[in-house]
């Protein structure tokens, strides 16, 4: 038997990745991804050998096999019997790899996430006796804000944010629609929003949160060039955000979400029957906005967050957050809980996460802050 990997490149697919190597199954692992096997091999190498356990035997790398393939491409671009030999014996297709770009170009979105993932399902036609285990995100939600959100809840009725969210929304529906047609079983694993507080070295897989430390930077931080930053005034600089200040988002630790995941599909294992399982995949408790504030405060001293329901006259600051972290801020604003019965059942032994608190966050903004200035 063996088991296929997209995404092993990626910051949650390479810590996934790392958690199969583990296992003590010790099947080939098929990594398929963008570029020549070669520097496939020294990306994901890279990625996979610096993170924190768990620990990987020395041989266990000789079980990887790299194959070439671009989710844009017609069959992954490749031939019928590449992709033969890569579903071959296969017990698992992990699908990790996807475009995060929250308002990305909508047809590479779409062309990705979901073609892309429509030709996952094609190489999984030819692994039989494969499950399937969909890596989307807890964000298909879209923009219900409010409510306790079940696992089997998939609705566009709210609609989205972001287009990101509607083509993980799109990909969850057809792999449910497959299941059914062809009498398949798939797990639809769907993390909140991932954080590490870990600084990686240049070149490694980047984080969300990297997005968020450089717009903080690139505003606050004196700079020359075409859009320069301000100094602070006197110290201090007062920046309003548009949101609701009693909203909360869900962050948990990646390296728990691919720990748990790798138990998930392990749990599916020994489950009979076809269909979807989908697990919220997501930490017990809300981050508030006082946390993420009281961290940014301890990097920036002299900043003062608020968040107001409307930012009325917005200082030069103010409308550059508006227009580039506008999304983040919707989620910011959310008041909605996930539902974890199917994660609890699947995963029960691992104990739950610690909270994501200021200090954690301050460490993982500056953890992005020390990624994006080693990578210049
Ligand atoms: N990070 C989060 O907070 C989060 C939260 C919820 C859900 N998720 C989901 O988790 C999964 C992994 O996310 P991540 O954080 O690991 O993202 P990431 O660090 O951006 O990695 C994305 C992965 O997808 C691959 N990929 C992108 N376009 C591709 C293409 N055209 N062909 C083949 N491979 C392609 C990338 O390969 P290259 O190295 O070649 O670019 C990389 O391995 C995604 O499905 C995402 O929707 C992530």
Redo the contacts with the bound molecule.
């Keep these: 038997m063996s088991v296929v990997i997209?995404?092993?490149?990626?910051?949650?697919?390479?810590?996934v990745l790392r958690h199969l190597l583990a296992e003590e199954t010790r099947e080939p692992v098929a990594v398929?991804?963008?570029?020549s096997p070669d520097t496939?091999r020294e990306?994901?190498e890279a990625a996979v050998a610096w993170l924190d356990g768990p620990p990987v035997a020395p041989d266990a790398w000789r079980r990887l096999r790299y194959v070439s393939?671009?989710?844009?491409?017609p069959a992954?671009g490749l031939t019928p019997e590449q992709l033969a030999e890569a579903a071959d014996g296969a017990r698992e297709v992990w699908?990790?790899?996807?475009?995060?770009h929250l308002a990305g170009d909508e047809s590479e979105l779409f062309?990705?996430?979901v073609r892309?993932t429509r030709a996952v399902l094609d190489l999984a036609e030819r692994a039989p006796d494969a499950h399937l285990v969909?890596?989307?995100?807890?964000?298909v939600a879209g923009r219900r804000d409010a409510g306790h959100i079940m696992e089997d809840d998939l609705s566009d009725a709210d609609g989205f944010h972001t287009r990101?969210e509607e083509t993980?929304y799109t990909a969850e529906r057809m792999i449910r629609a497959w299941t059914a047609a062809k009498g398949r079983r798939a797990v639809i694993?769907?993390?909140?929003?991932?954080?590490a507080d870990r600084p990686a070295p240049a070149g490694l897989?980047?984080?969300?949160l990297d997005y968020v430390a450089r717009l903080v930077d690139d505003t606050l931080r004196p700079r020359t060039g075409p859009m320069p930053g301000l100094p602070l005034r006197g110290g201090v600089l007062p920046l309003r955000l548009q949101g609701d200040p009693n909203g909360a988002m869900n962050l948990?630790q990646?390296d728990y979400?691919a720990e748990a995941m790798v138990r998930v599909a392990a749990a599916a294992r020994a489950r009979t029957g076809c269909g979807v399982r989908t697990v919220h995949?997501t930490h017990p408790r809300e981050v508030a906005f006082p946390a993420a504030r009281d961290a940014l405060r301890t990097l920036y001293p002299g900043l003062r967050l608020a968040v107001v329901p409307t930012v009325r006259n917005p200082s030069r600051h103010e409308s550059l957050v508006i227009e580039h972290a506008g999304h983040f801020l919707d989620f910011g604003a959310q008041h909605r809980t996930y539902d974890r019965t199917h994660l609890r059942e699947d995963v029960g032994d691992l104990p739950e996460p610690p909270d994501v608190d200021a200090d954690y966050l301050s460490r993982a903004f500056d953890r992005a802050g020390a990624h994006r200035q080693a990578a210049v």
């Design positions: 997209t995404g092993a490149s990626g910051f949650l697919g390479s810590r398929l991804g963008r570029g496939l990306r994901v393939a671009d989710l844009t491409r992954l699908h990790c790899a996807a475009r995060l062309s990705t996430n892309g969909y890596v989307s995100t807890a964000f990101y993980k694993a769907r993390p909140s929003l991932l954080v897989p980047a984080q969300p948990l990646a979400a995949v």
